[in-house]
């Protein structure tokens, strides 16, 4: 795993990404990263240090996991397919069994700059974890085509806001500061 550091690069090639959220279980780790087109100093606290929220749904051979941070950050997502991890020696099945919080690293990235913003690990407990875990493996043992998955996913972001879809998801929890 590379070792990041707020106000390094988050790739060391790389200045500009799209702003987006990217949700990965990949070499036995949880991350979401966080690109922001320049994040303001609120969005930063509150991805820092305001209360987290966090939903995961799951649908068919979706999985999506929802957040929001403190009153700045409202609910978005970030759709999870182990079928697209890369490099594919990173696509491990997470355990079975759960019985202590597993840690969630959060990255927020100035998007038009490649910097780090903020760095949070949060505890997901297992009541979060498991349900998570057993969807990752049941997505795995699925059969995947690229088109099949892109299909899915705009057809669910065609009836559901981010907003919506963390209202019907079954598994919540929420992390304090």
Do not use: C
Not at 22 to 34: A, K, S, T
Not at 146 to 161: C, D, I, Q, V
């Amino acid at each position: 795993m590379h070792i990041y550091e707020v106000g390094k690069l988050y790739f060391p090639t790389r200045k500009n990404w799209p702003e987006l959220a990217q949700y990965n279980f990949r070499g036995g780790e949880h991350e979401l990263v966080l690109f922001f087109g320049k994040p303001t100093l609120s969005e930063i606290r509150d991805v820092q240090k305001g209360e987290a929220e966090f939903a995961l749904f799951v649908e068919r051979s979706l999985i999506v996991m929802l957040y929001r941070f403190g009153h700045g950050v409202d609910w978005s997502d970030a759709p999870y397919s182990i079928h697209l991890v890369q490099p594919q020696e990173d696509r491990i099945l997470p355990p079975e069994v759960v019985d202590a919080g597993v840690i969630l690293n959060i990255v927020l990235v100035d998007a038009s700059t490649g910097i780090i913003k903020a760095l949070r690990a949060i505890s997901m407990p297992p009541g979060f974890t498991q349900p998570l875990h057993k969807a990752i493996r049941e997505q795995a043992a699925m059969p995947f085509t690229r088109a099949a998955y892109n299909g899915e996913l705009e057809s669910l972001y065609k009836g559901y806001p981010s907003e919506i879809l963390a209202r019907m998801a079954p598994v919540h929890f929420k992390s304090r500061p």
